[in-house]
């Protein structure tokens, strides 16, 4: 039986810094990685489900879970059925991402997001916006589907007519749409107040995140200091406690609202993190971040391995400084049956 010891679930064939650094640690390591692409997807399902073939641990990073017969997420479950551990869980995954449901969860749980309007796939397609609704969200106003990713089946300015609405659930009829409140931020020191903030599993990791002109940049410890950033941290470690999710994004603006400022889930959920490095692509996350991300990815991988406790303290990486703060509550737990090494 073959046995790899960490596996990327990640559809693409070219060849990213992110995948060198994983395998470069891997090799550091000496555990055994395998690469699953386009080119070998089905052969890897046939060796799980045939028992010919064993991942300890599966990064994702391809799986559509709400997308029929998406071989990516066989894989995921198939890794996870042979009791090994998958980044993130499948299960978990699919409540997380789900923007409708995970946007009650998260606002009864006290998390501030935009107002928002979930319109049901069984609604008319001659839904009409009440007006009382109308007043809230504000014109214009955010459109974007429950299920969606990479900003597909958003209309970023809608007005509010019955044909903005009907043409922007055409994009998936069984989907359920969000109506959300368009968020302007306030500029600080010059940036648009826009973040994505990564959660790696005891690790927060907050990022300046241009929301116009699509660029990234690390928050230095200054910053985080200066501009009282502690709510993003905040923010995240508790979307992280109420999905139990490991590896995630979210994206948090700083608004200003009757002479108050608000830190607002904007995004909620991104389980599938693009690590692009900025050297790559002018819109990629800086590189100490993707170097930083895979080589955590592996020294977690090889603790889960090897049954060594994790830490259950958060941590908040800045780009100079890595410090730890109170209140953050525990990191969530990783789920998976160690196999043994033969």
């Not at 994983?22 to 000496?30: D, G, R, S, T, Y």
């Not at 060796?47 to 879970?65: F, H, P, S, W």
């Not at 319109?119 to 008319?124: I, L, S």
């Not at 941590?315 to 998976?336: F, H, N, S």
Request: proline share 4%.
């Amino acid at each position: 039986m073959k046995t790899y010891d960490f596996a990327l679930n990640w559809g693409g064939t070219i060849k990213e810094k992110f995948v060198d650094h994983l395998q470069a640690v891997c090799k550091q390591k000496n555990l055994s990685m395998l690469w699953i692409t386009e080119e070998n997807v089905r052969q890897v399902i046939r060796d799980l489900e045939e028992k010919n073939m064993r991942i300890k641990v599966c990064l994702d990073g391809q799986a559509t879970y709400h997308k029929k017969g998406d071989p990516y997420a066989r894989v995921c479950y198939a890794a996870k059925d042979a009791g090994g551990m998958v980044i993130n869980d499948p299960d978990r995954t699919q409540l997380a991402v789900n923007k409708a449901a995970i946007y009650y969860e998260l606002t009864h749980a006290g998390v501030l997001a935009p107002y928002t309007v979930v319109v049901r796939n069984w609604q008319p397609q001659t839904y009409r916006l009440p007006d009382e609704e109308r007043a809230k969200l504000g014109v214009p106003f955010v459109i974007k589907p429950s299920l969606g990713f990479g900003q597909l089946g958003v209309i970023r300015e809608a007005k509010g007519t019955i044909r903005e609405i009907a043409g922007a659930r055409k994009y998936d009829r069984g989907d359920d749409f969000l109506l959300q409140e368009r968020i302007v931020p306030i500029h600080l020191n010059g940036n648009r107040a826009w973040f994505r903030v990564f959660n790696l599993f005891d690790t927060i990791i907050p990022c300046w995140w241009d929301d116009v002109a699509n660029r990234y940049a690390h928050v230095s410890y200054e910053e985080f200091n200066a501009y009282s950033l502690y709510p993003l941290v905040k923010i995240v470690s508790k979307i992280a406690q109420i999905t139990q999710m490991s590896w995630f994004s979210t994206e948090i603006a700083i608004d200003e609202k009757e002479g108050k400022r608000r830190f607002l889930a904007i995004d909620f959920v991104n389980d599938q993190c693009d690590m692009s490095a900025q050297s790559e692509h002018d819109n990629g996350v800086p590189d100490p971040v993707v170097e930083y991300t895979a080589r955590r990815m592996i020294e977690t991988t090889c603790q889960y391995l090897s049954g060594e406790k994790a830490q259950r303290k958060y941590e908040i990486w800045l780009k100079d400084a890595t410090v730890q703060l109170r209140g953050l509550g525990k990191p969530p737990e990783l789920l998976g049956v160690r196999l043994s090494s033969s």
